[in-house]
């Protein structure tokens, strides 16, 4: 089953204590496109400017990702800069300059209308929104992430987008930000009064919490030895997330926790190196074989 992904396809510039990259193609969708075409067909939304060439594309050539939705304009990139503190878990926002994003209006290829899944990766909630009225009919499951940058700048139409959210995916300030609470059961209580009957807490090397109703699940990180860049982490986290349950068919609870685990595979393949160099280069066998190491990290016996 295709997955429909809308979100950033970017240039970003990341300092980690591991080093300093000044330009590399990023952006919340290429993560997620990638990481979920290990799983399922792609349906990819997005803009990119000038700057954008044939090298950029290479990314999504070979891999089952359409990009009849790849809209190309005059003038640069959405860009992104950030600076990770030593801990890895805490980065700062250095600059954000939307561009052509700024005037983005998404315009559906008529045969994306009939998607069935769909991922609303992190991008101006306006933009969200008008990919989810453009579809024909109701998805079996929409997912949908977001960042502090966008509850800052256009929280009234992230709240009329999460109305028609199924599974909400943040990181713990993010939910505390939008709840208002700092517990983050209590968090998620008020988050799923909003729209979403699903939310999934990311907290970095600390793994993430699927709360749905009275149903919690726990997925761990993968305890690494070496995180050399956490860019993009939550989003390949979201696009194996969403990869999985399109390809399972399924959205039961058991589904969404399977699902999670397979989300904390892409992620910790994501951190290993820069950008998209680990997640571009994998095979399913290392995928299966990481999966495999997630359930020896969790099992027990009562
Ligand atoms: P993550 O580390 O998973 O939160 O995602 C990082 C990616 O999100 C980077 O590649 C950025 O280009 C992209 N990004 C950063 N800020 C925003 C924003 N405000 N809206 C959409 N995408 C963003």
Request: charged share 20%; glycine share 8%.
């Amino acid at each position: 089953m295709s997955l429909l992904i809308v979100g950033t396809v970017a240039f970003d510039a990341v300092e980690t204590p591991h080093g300093k990259v000044p330009r590399m193609l990023g952006g919340a969708a290429t993560y997620a496109a990638v990481a979920a075409g290990y799983f399922t067909p792609v349906r990819l939304v997005s803009v990119v400017g000038e700057d954008y060439t044939a090298r950029e594309h290479d990314i999504f050539r070979g891999r089952p990702i359409d990009t009849a939705g790849l809209e190309r304009v005059p003038g640069p990139s959405f860009f992104w800069s950030g600076k990770y503190a030593p801990n890895m878990n805490d980065r700062t926002t250095l600059d954000t300059q939307l561009n052509c994003l700024a005037t983005f209006d998404p315009k559906l290829p008529p045969h994306y209308r009939d998607s069935r899944y769909v991922f609303l990766a992190n991008i101006a909630p306006a933009l969200q929104l008008s990919v989810l009225k453009q579809l024909k009919k109701k998805p079996k499951l929409v997912g949908l992430d977001t960042m502090n940058y966008w509850m800052d700048s256009a929280l009234e139409d992230l709240k009329a987008v999460l109305r028609h959210v199924d599974v909400l995916l943040v990181n713990d300030s993010e939910a505390r930000q939008l709840s208002g609470h700092h517990n983050l059961i209590e968090a998620a209580a008020i988050i799923q009064r909003m729209g979403p009957r699903a939310i999934i807490i990311k907290r970095g090397e600390h793994g993430a919490t699927l709360i749905r109703g009275r149903h919690v699940f726990v997925a761990p990180a993968m305890p690494l030895r070496r995180v050399t860049d956490p860019t993009g982490a939550g989003d390949s986290f979201a696009g194996g997330f969403m990869g999985a349950i399109a390809q399972s068919g399924k959205t039961d609870t058991a589904a969404l926790s399977r699902a999670m685990i397979y989300g904390s595979v892409m992620g910790s393949f994501a951190v290993e190196r820069f950008g998209l160099d680990r997640i571009r280069r994998l095979t399913r066998p290392q995928i299966r074989e990481r999966a495999r190491q997630f359930r020896h990290l969790t099992h027990f016996d009562l």
